[in-house]
């Protein structure tokens, strides 16, 4: 991404539950994407945004995501005011 001059990455939840075979369900916890979006953050000098669904949890899970995502170098994250378990943005209700 970086190389093809993009100046930012979204580190997308579909993405990256995709990648384990899984749907985009809040199924993976948020230590396996933290550790992802950590993964991310690695490769690259650009900033990252991580989709962190809404929230993982409580207030408590929440600062330790944004905690630990700050501590891997991820330049932001976005939590959607959703109910858990969140359902895919492209389901139609």
């Given at each position: ?33 933290i ?16 989709d ?8 408590h ?24 378990p ?8």
């Open positions: 991404m970086q190389q093809a001059g993009y100046s930012a990455i979204w580190g997308s939840g579909l993405c990256v539950s995709a990648r384990y075979g899984l749907p985009d369900a809040n199924i993976i916890g948020s230590d396996t994407m550790r992802e979006y950590c993964k991310m953050a690695e490769a690259v000098d650009i900033p990252i945004l991580a962190c669904d809404t929230g993982y949890g409580d207030f899970n929440v600062i330790y995501t944004v905690r630990q995502l700050e501590a891997c170098g991820v330049s932001g994250l976005c939590i959607e005011d959703k109910k858990f969140k359902l895919n943005s492209f389901i139609h209700r």
